[in-house]
């Protein structure tokens, strides 16, 4: 599929490192910055609901979401640009995201879903 060299070039490696860090750092550090901010925020009954609905949605959304799409958006646009080393690092990040779903994600909600109110 994919057996082409990308060469030594500056110009033909433009796009790698872009098309595979946008995305991997948009999604792991919007949930990781919204994780941060649920666990300093004091919860009382002056505490917004919305606000906390808010944060949980975008801790989990952007690891899970926001991450693949942001990988696929840069690897059509490398595709319709003919930009293989972009193409390529957009495909790295969405192998990258695979691992982390099958590693990270994946045993993390069976723990919670099986070991619900064991532990």
Same mark, same amino acid.
């Given at each position: 599929m994919m057996n082409? !060299? $990308?060469g030594e070039d500056p110009s033909t490696r433009e796009?790698?490192?872009t098309s595979? $860090?946008? #995305?991997?750092g948009v999604g792991l550090g919007s949930s990781l910055l919204a994780f941060l901010m649920l666990s300093?925020?004091?919860i009382n009954d002056d505490t917004s609901i919305v606000l906390v609905l808010l944060l949980v949605s975008v801790f989990h959304l952007g690891h899970i979401a926001l991450w693949p799409l942001l990988a696929v958006i840069?690897?059509?646009r490398a595709d319709r640009a003919s930009?293989?080393? !972009?193409r390529k690092g957009a495909v790295l990040s969405l192998k990258c995201y695979g691992a982390w779903m099958v590693v990270v994600?994946? #045993?993390a909600a069976w723990i919670a879903t099986t070991m619900n109110g064991i532990v």
């Open positions: 082409e !060299a $990308i796009g790698y490192w595979f $860090i946008v #995305p991997a300093g925020l004091t840069f690897f059509l930009n293989l080393s !972009a994600v994946a #045993p």
